[in-house]
């Protein structure tokens, strides 16, 4: 097995741990012997993807998102309440973000690496008290500040180029198929958060409520209210990295250090 091969299987299996592959099988099943011999080369392009680049395939996997999902029209009761609440937020801590609603019932936010922050009306109904949605998003925006967002859809990249065999996915994001595009982004999105990523945007959360006045028990409130669902909650903010219990205890800790 040539050097640069060794380093794909090595890279592929911890893309696709964090891609959350459990049942993914051997590389070589995937792919086949073929399909592992040519490899290689664009694995290592999946590598090499620039910040720019996985910005650029965060950007048109939610663009199809957008065109899959219902999206708040700018007069809808949610649209405005998000409008409203994000209105000085599209130049946040360096970031450039955009916001939308999915008229969706589930209750569930995220945020890609362009800076596209999506909300689930279902969260939205589930938390009628700003604050506690304010700490949501700020939560997932903390995971694009993070990088966090960003680890995910390179791995994403490269666990649909060992399942396609590679020379379907293309060297280049331009180059990428919809249908490549829908299935990273789902991939990217979907992800658990490692405990560190998790704890980090808890905090980032927090801070958020601070730098836009609102008050930062509203994390805690807001994790209480997603614990309270039984696991019916679909976000990545209740991965239980940590468990919910201790992400409420490091919060209680982390709000009554900063003030």
Do not use: W
């Not at 995937?30 to 999946?46: R, V």
């Not at 949501?136 to 490269?158: D, F, T």
């Amino acid at each position: 097995m040539t050097r640069d091969m060794k380093r794909f299987v090595l890279t592929m299996a911890g893309a696709m741990c964090l891609a959350g592959s459990a049942h993914a099988g051997k590389l070589s099943d995937l792919l086949g012997s073929q399909g592992l011999k040519d490899a290689g080369n664009t694995a290592i392009t999946g590598l090499a993807l620039t910040d720019a680049q996985v910005v650029e395939l965060g950007a048109k996997s939610v663009a199809q998102m957008d065109q899959e999902n219902p999206v708040a029209p700018a007069d809808n009761a949610y649209a405005k309440r998000l409008a409203k609440l994000a209105q000085n937020m599209t130049r946040e801590d360096g970031l450039t973000l955009n916001f939308k609603v999915y008229l969706v019932k589930d209750v569930n936010a995220f945020a890609v690496p362009d800076g596209s922050v999506r909300v689930f009306a279902g969260l939205m109904d589930l938390m009628p008290d700003d604050a506690e949605l304010m700490s949501v998003i700020g939560h997932e925006i903390g995971h694009v500040k993070y990088g966090h967002s960003k680890e995910h859809y390179r791995a994403a990249y490269l666990s649909s180029a060992a399942r396609k065999g590679v020379a379907a996915i293309g060297g280049t994001v331009g180059k990428l198929a919809a249908s490549d595009i829908g299935a990273i982004g789902e991939a990217a999105v979907n992800a658990k958060f490692s405990r560190a990523n998790e704890t980090q945007a808890d905090e980032y959360g927090v801070d958020f409520l601070r730098r836009h006045g609102m008050d930062p028990n509203a994390s805690v409130r807001g994790m209480q209210k997603l614990a309270s669902q039984d696991g019916k909650a679909k976000t990545s903010f209740l991965d239980d990295h940590p468990a919910s219990q201790e992400r409420v205890s490091h919060l209680q800790k982390y709000i009554a250090r900063k003030r």
